[in-house]
């Protein structure tokens, strides 16, 4: 539903966390889960396959880069607030 605020706000963050540059990419993403899909209405898709739309901060988007989850995901976002805010935005305006 809301393709330009996940461009504009959630995309960008996954590309500087390297989640879209070193492992969820490729012919054999991590987990399968392929951030460098295009075009972006196809990534906005992906993404929305991570996300809990009924409990925002249950989906795996937050809860697998969150540094105070000791769930095994190699790469943490810190600080965790920028991304937790964007990304709980985009899947509230998804509802």
Do not use: R, Y
């Amino acid at each position: 539903k809301n393709v330009a605020m996940f461009v504009a706000n959630v995309k960008p963050l996954l590309a500087s966390g390297t989640c879209s540059t070193n492992c969820h990419v490729g012919a054999n993403p991590t987990a399968g889960l392929k951030w460098d899909t295009t075009p972006d209405a196809d990534l906005c898709k992906v993404a929305l396959m991570e996300v809990n739309l009924a409990t925002p901060a249950q989906s795996q988007l937050l809860l697998q880069p969150d540094p105070a989850q000791a769930n095994g995901h190699p790469q943490k976002v810190n600080p965790f607030t920028n991304f937790q805010t964007a990304v709980t935005n985009w899947i509230t305006a998804e509802k």
